[in-house]
Structure formats: C-alpha cells, structure tokens
C-alpha cells in the first residue's frame, strides 16, 4: 500500500525460447516473475525440443509473427519492464531490436542466451555481433555469465578473478546507453564463493553467496535475470532490485533438490516461497 492506495502491479513481458521441461526460457521466466510480485506475460521465439539433458532441435519463430506477438502486446498492455532471452538468430534480433526501439519500455533486462546448460548452441555465430550492435546500446542491465561476457568481447582469456570480472564489466558498458549497468555473474568462477558484481560507471556492487553444491541449475541465468526484471519497477535503484533478485535465485537453488525433474541438470524451484507455506 502506498498513502492508503494500492500499489500497482507491474507488467513484465519476457521474450524468449519455451523450453518443455519449465526449467529455462519463457516458462522459467513467467513463474520467476510472477514468484516475485509482478504480472508476467511472454513473447516467444522459439520452439526447442529440450530435457534436463539435451537440446536435440530449435525452430526459430518467425520474424514476422514474433514482431506480430509484441505489437499486439503493446498495443493494448502497458509493459513496465522487458527481459529479453534466447532470439538466437540476426533476424530475430532485428526484429526486436526495431520494435523495442519503436516501443521504448521503461527497463530492459538483457540475458545474452548462448548456450543451454547441456553444452547445446543456441545462438548463432553471426548473431553476436547483432546482439553487440542492436541491442546492448537499449539495455539498462546486461546480464552475461562468464563465459557469455568472454565471447560478447572477443575475449580468448577466461575471465577467472573479481578483478577481472570487473574490468570486463566497464569494458561492456563502453557498447551501452549512459546510466546502464552490467551484472557479471559469477557462477562460473572456480571458487566456494559464487559473487555477482553490478558494474556501473560511477560504482561497482558486490553480492556474496556460497556457492550451492546441487546439480539442478538449469535456467539459472533465465530465472536471474526474469526476477531482475520483476523488481526494477518495484525497487528504488538498480542494485537494489539486484539484491532482491540475487536473495530470491538464492532460495530457489537452495530447494532445488527438493524437486525431481528429469535425471540430468534439474531446475531450482521457483516457488520456493510455497513450500514455506503451512
């Protein structure tokens, strides 16, 4: 409640891939964002054919159809924030690129979605440089892991230390709009600690959490990224909403093992707050 009225809800649309096992893409992403106080809807340009084991097809949306679903969207929904997934090819980054240019929601989350947990591509070669040119310059928030950052670079080193982490973070945002920010993700840092930096111009912000020994972390960087797209309308800064995000994928790995979905790399448990429940 805010001076004795309802707070309003905020609209957040994620466009993405479906993955049939729930555990990432657009699916991951409307239960994130509704676990997290806002209202989700989706825009998917993807089909895959994907267990906890393995990506064994993709069929692209097409281009046409996909700019179809978010002009019918915005047309009649006001979209408070946008979290952007898998595209996978040039075209369908184009695509988006033009309408979110036409469109120019409040937040934009972008989650540079390279490769499933499996190891499987799902990017195009020839899309990363359309991903660097169309979309990191309307991004408020970038959200690569690792090895994503790497790539997004040209970068041959893995990037193994905060320091470096850091460094490739303001070597992101020089490709950004002023007032941006990255999230490195730290995951993949050979550590027990498992630390995010939220890289700014002015600021860099550090959030700690041990890393969570369970194999079932599909879709971790999906739900990351949806919950941070959840809670920019409703937070007061950018590292706020990051801290909530990064508290809320936290619990969800936490109760992970608690589900039994498939037999290779499970989901976290995005509703995690219901098992809490009496």
């Not at 790995?253 to 009496?278: K, N, Q």
Request: proline share 6%; with cysteine; hydrophobic share 45%.
């Amino acid at each position: 409640m805010e001076n004795g009225t309802k707070t309003r809800i905020p609209n957040v649309v994620s466009i993405a891939g479906v993955d049939p096992s729930g555990g990432a893409g657009v699916l991951a992403d409307v239960k994130a964002i509704s676990a997290c106080g806002a209202y989700a809807g989706g825009v998917v340009t993807a089909l895959t054919a994907q267990n906890t084991q393995a990506v064994t097809g993709v069929l692209p949306v097409d281009c046409a159809f996909v700019r179809a679903q978010l002009d019918t969207l915005f047309d009649d929904v006001e979209v408070d924030a946008v979290k952007i997934g898998m595209l996978g090819t040039r075209e369908l980054i184009e695509t988006v690129g033009a309408v979110l240019t036409e469109r120019a929601p409040k937040w934009i989350v972008l989650d540079p979605v390279m490769v499933a947990k499996s190891g499987d591509r799902l990017l195009e070669a020839d899309a990363v440089s359309a991903l660097i040119e169309v979309l990191l310059p309307q991004a408020d928030v970038l959200t690569p892991n690792l090895p994503e950052a790497q790539v997004l670079l040209g970068r041959d080193e893995p990037i193994e230390t905060r320091e470096e982490m850091e460094a490739v973070g303001k070597a992101l945002l020089l490709y950004m709009k002023p007032g941006a920010a990255v999230l490195m993700k730290g995951g993949h840092l050979v550590s027990d600690e498992a630390p995010d930096l939220l890289v700014t111009e002015n600021e860099v912000f550090v959030y700690e959490a041990p890393r969570i020994h369970t194999k079932n972390t599909h879709g971790t960087g999906c739900t990351f990224s949806s919950a941070l797209a959840a809670y920019l309308p409703q937070s007061p800064r950018v590292d706020v909403a990051v801290g909530r995000a990064k508290d809320y994928l936290t619990k969800a790995i936490e109760a992970a093992d608690d589900l039994s979905v498939g037999s290779g790399h499970g989901p976290t448990d995005h509703f995690w707050m219901l098992r809490e429940m009496p």
